[in-house]
Structures are given as structure tokens and as C-alpha cells.
């Protein structure tokens, strides 16, 4: 079993840059692949990065494509969404999301564990 804690969220002006961290527990954290979801008010979740278990291979939202990169480190159990040009409508709450068999998912049926996310509100 996996637990999740992202952190990173906050209030940022429309151009400014965060740094998101999804912290794992356990020891087989690198064994799994990794997403970024957001979920704004009123509205389902939906999928904006991930990485495979490897870090080889990545997967974004075409919204985020070019703005946003996922990386990980396993050696620190952390999953990394650096977020540039922020604009108003990527205002959500973000969650990391852990699957072992499923790579480059984009559907949250396809994440076994999630953490409790954090807010991102981006300013006009």
C-alpha cells in the first residue's frame, strides 16, 4: 500500500511559477507510475501529467503541454509537477495519483491511491 501527501499548492499571480511535491511512503514507490490531477469546483476530475515508474516516459494534458513538466525522484520517494506560465483557469486542487500496472493513465479509475491534494489559485 502507498500513502500520498502533495504539497507545494498556494496563491500565485497569472505567469508565476509553482512547484508541486507528492511525497510517497513505502518502499516500492519506484515501482509505481505516477499522474497529476486537478479537480476545480463543480467540475470532475481531470488528468494533467504523468510518468512512468521509470521516469522514461511522460504524458501531459494538451492544456499543460508546454507549461507544465512531471518528473520524479525515487530515491526521495517524491513525484514533481513544476508549473510555469500559470494562468487563471489551471485554479484547482491537484492530486497525485499511484498505479502499479497502468502507465500514462488519464482516467482517475485508473489510480489505486490518492493523496488528500492542494490547492493552486492562480490570480488574474
Given at each position: ?68 513538466t ?7 520517494n517524491t ?46
Open positions: 500500500q502507498v500513502q500520498l501527501v502533495e504539497s507545494g499548492g498556494g496563491l500565485v499571480q497569472a505567469g508565476g511559477s509553482l512547484r508541486l511535491s507528492c511525497v510517497a511512503s513505502g518502499r516500492t514507490f519506484s515501482r509505481y507510475n505516477m499522474g497529476w490531477f486537478r479537480q476545480a469546483p463543480g467540475k470532475e476530475r481531470e488528468f494533467v501529467a504523468a510518468i512512468d515508474w521509470r521516469g522514461f516516459s511522460t504524458y501531459y494534458a494538451d492544456s499543460v503541454k508546454g507549461r507544465f512531471i518528473s520524479r525522484d525515487n530515491a526521495k513525484v514533481y509537477l513544476q508549473m510555469n506560465n500559470l494562468k487563471p483557469e489551471d485554479t484547482a486542487v491537484y492530486y497525485c495519483g499511484a498505479d502499479r500496472t497502468v502507465v500514462g493513465g488519464r482516467l482517475p479509475s485508473q489510480y489505486d491511491y490518492w493523496g488528500q491534494g492542494t490547492q493552486v489559485t492562480v490570480s488574474s
